[in-house]
């Protein structure tokens, strides 16, 4: 059984940074990509980034690219997403994702961006 569990997320000003863990569990984790979502009050979920497992090529949503970072530690069995330069808009609740075993999801953490 696939768990995620993120952590991380917290209240900061515009213009701030936040680092958001996404630990996994029952996986090969070095064998499959992985993915952060957000979703903001009453917005459907939409795609933030992703990581391929092999190349570590890096995936970045238009009104993130430039500002996230997403990284993984296979050692550590964990993806992160450095944000930098946040905004208002940033607010969401952020989900970290795997397409193993079927998918999966974590529980989510909440991002609020105060201006």
């Known amino acids: 059984q696939v768990q995620l569990v993120e952590s991380g997320g917290g209240l900061v000003q515009a213009g701030g940074s936040l680092r958001l863990s996404c630990a996994a569990s029952?996986?090969?984790?070095?064998?499959?990509?992985m993915g952060w979502f957000r979703q903001a009050p009453e917005k459907e979920r939409e795609f933030v980034a992703a990581?391929?497992?092999?190349?570590?090529?890096?995936y970045y949503s238009d009104s993130v690219k430039g500002r996230f970072t997403i990284s993984r530690d296979n050692a550590k069995n964990t993806v992160y997403l450095q944000m930098n330069s946040l905004k208002p808009e940033d607010t969401a609740v952020y989900y970290c994702?795997?397409?193993?075993?079927?998918?999966?999801w974590g529980q989510g953490t909440q991002v609020t961006v105060s201006s």
């Open positions: 029952g996986l090969t984790f070095s064998r499959y990509a």
């Open positions: 990581i391929r497992w092999r190349s570590g090529s890096t």
């Open positions: 994702y795997t397409p193993a075993l079927g998918g999966s």
